[in-house]
């Protein structure tokens, strides 16, 4: 079990420090918005995942499990309204010549 | 009793039900004491809020009482789906390989939750952003576009989310 965990949790890493390493990179709000918001859900994700395989089953991972589900829920609502204000004001996405 | 006010009833006793599992959930104790407070508090949210929570005019039976085993089901491919997309983008960010376009298509969900979730797991999915939801119609902005005609885009983007969901609601 604890070594799923340590998978689970160098994953978190690995997408987090991508996430961010696009935040850097990427041209401009839209792919931003892709890299960062959503590379880094799945980070969190996969830390708290991590948790839960490491409690095992007891009242704590319950907690962890409905913070999961409400982070979940609320943030590709986040994003969505980045996304969607910038869509509206009518930002052009950029688009790689080929 | 009108028909309305027997509507306006079934809302507030679902909304009430919905809200106290959400009790449940967060304090986890099974006190009398706990659960009377929480069946009581509920019911005095589900008497105010019940026409916000559930609309005038949703009245299908599967948009409320949604089948759970394939819910289920749905969470498991989603989490699937996140992860596989993930090490995509991922890859794209390290390498600098992405090729963004905005596409546009159609979705066949009917109800209001159903369309949300789908918008939701849309954007929860790495490399795919929902910028707009107006009636069946979604504006999805993709990292890595392969096309932009409408059908074959809506086909890869929603993929098996949208068969799925019309088994869990409308």
Known sequence: MSWAAVIFFILGVFFALTGHLGLLKAPDVYTRLQTSSTCSTTSVLSILIACMLLSGISPFTGKVAAITIFFIITNPVATHIIARYAWEEGIVPWRRHQ | MTSSFKWAVTRIILTTIYLFAGWLLFTGSTAPRS????????????????????????????????????????????????????FQTAFAVLWGKYYPRVVHFRTRLNSDIARSVIAGSITLTPGTITLELTEDHLVVHWLNASTTHSRFAGNIIKGSFEKLLKRVWV
Do not use: N, Q
């Not at chain 2, 039976?61 to 394939?70: A, K, M, N, Q, S």
């Open chain 2, 35 to 86: 659960l009377l407070m929480g069946a009581g508090f509920s019911f005095l949210i589900a008497l105010t809020t019940f026409k916000l929570f559930i609309d005038d005019d949703e009245a299908a039976r599967r948009t409320l009482l949604p089948r759970v085993h394939w819910l289920l089901f749905y969470a498991i491919l989603v989490f699937y789906k996140v992860y596989v997309a993930s």
